[in-house]
């Protein structure tokens, strides 16, 4: 799983998709990492109908983000303005990082500087 919570995800199939004209984006609130799914924000809202009742005597409904595959969404590069696939590389302190395929860009790290993988020249 290379999403991580808070990361800016493109919705690019299921019932919430958007195209290339319109874009659907949201921000990933949880990751269910055993499942390979995430719950993003504002996509796959179901609402639950409730009923009156002492604590709630309005009744009403309740509107909830179900998880999504993580095989349906990308994850957003601000310079290209879309979902994009990405890379993982090395940076030169040896943290290890996420870039996007497309500008080459960086997409956030997924460790802290590691001594083994810094490089020793330059
Ligand atoms: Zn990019």
């Known amino acids: 799983?290379?999403?991580?919570k808070d990361d800016i995800v493109e919705v690019i199939a299921g019932d919430?998709?958007?195209n290339s004209k319109?874009?659907?984006t949201g921000r990933v609130l949880r990751v269910l990492a055993e499942k390979n799914k995430l719950v993003v924000e504002g996509i796959n809202r179901v609402y639950k109908h409730?009923?009156?009742?002492r604590q709630n005597p309005q009744g009403g409904r309740l509107s909830k983000e179900m998880?999504?595959?993580v095989s349906n969404v990308l994850l957003y590069c601000s310079t290209c303005r879309k979902g994009v696939r990405i890379?993982?590389?090395y940076t030169a302190e040896g943290r290890k990082e996420r870039y996007c395929r497309k500008c080459g860009?960086?997409?956030g790290f997924l460790s802290k500087a590691r001594a083994t993988y810094a490089r020793?020249?330059?």
């Open 50 to 53: 409730l009923k009156p009742s």
């Open 120 to 122: 020793k020249d330059g």
């Open 1 to 4: 799983m290379y999403i991580r």
């Open 22 to 24: 319109a874009r659907t």
């Open 105 to 107: 860009g960086s997409l």
């Open 87 to 89: 890379g993982r590389r």
């Open 16 to 18: 919430d998709a958007g």
């Open 67 to 69: 998880p999504i595959s």
